[in-house]
């Protein structure tokens, strides 16, 4: 059974660092994995999503990459600003039985 | 392009009493339709998906149901709404392998 986990539950950090969040899942399997965005009583917004065979995506300052043999995903984020706090959830999409399997997430603070 | 909307964005609802929440997609035909509860510090749990018009799959047993009456309508609903519903409701289509989410509804239960 596929499980995905994200360390940190939660981050803080002064504007204008770079930071790293982890995802790992235990099932390789994978079709693809994709970075969400929640903003606080808000819907997702995909940020970005990297196919089984692929070992990154960039979008702006943000970077994600894939190792499947190691069952992990980060999320880089540069030069972090105050709106890029929001809780960020990364999820795999299963090939197996077309579903999504969710982290908790890691809620990122960033303090000006 | 593709648009996803859910709504009622917030609603109120007293124990016992009906649900229904509706989503529509608008730009794309034939979506699987998903529809996501998010209890508050929690992840998300999948309760419904859709392959096609008619074609539900429950994943989690509970008093709740789901319809597709039409090809972008998805609904949710339950006759008797249970404290424990309260939630943040999230519908989602998708035409691959890349889901994309509504606004959702802020479900409170009282």
């Known amino acids: 059974k596929q499980e995905v986990t994200q360390i940190p539950a939660a981050l803080s950090v002064p504007e204008g660092e770079n930071l790293v969040l982890n995802c790992s899942f235990t099932d390789s399997a994978i079709y693809n994995l994709q970075w969400f965005r929640q903003d606080p009583g808000k819907g997702l917004t995909s940020l970005l999503l990297i196919q089984s065979s692929q070992r990154e995506q960039t979008s702006g300052r943000l970077n994600a990459s894939l190792d499947k043999s190691s069952g992990r995903s980060t999320l880089y984020i540069a030069a972090s600003q105050p709106g890029d706090s929001a809780t960020y959830l990364c999820?795999?999409?299963?090939?197996?039985?077309?579903?999504?399997?969710w982290g908790a997430g890691t809620k990122l603070i960033i303090k000006p | 392009s593709q648009t996803i909307h859910q709504w009622p964005a917030t609603l109120v609802q007293p124990v016992g009493s009906p649900l229904s929440l509706e989503c529509t997609v608008e730009g794309t035909s034939n979506p699987n339709l998903y529809w996501y509860r998010q209890a508050a510090g929690r992840g998300l749990q999948l309760l419904f998906y859709s392959v096609g018009i008619g074609q539900i799959s429950s994943e989690v047993p509970q008093n709740l149901s789901a319809s597709r009456p039409q090809d972008r309508q998805f609904i949710l609903s339950s006759k008797k709404l249970l404290l424990s519903d309260s939630g943040f409701y999230l519908c989602a289509w998708s035409a691959g392998h890349e889901q994309f989410f509504g606004p959702g509804t802020r479900l409170t239960v009282l």
């Open positions: 999820a795999a999409f299963m090939d197996s039985n077309y579903q999504l399997i």
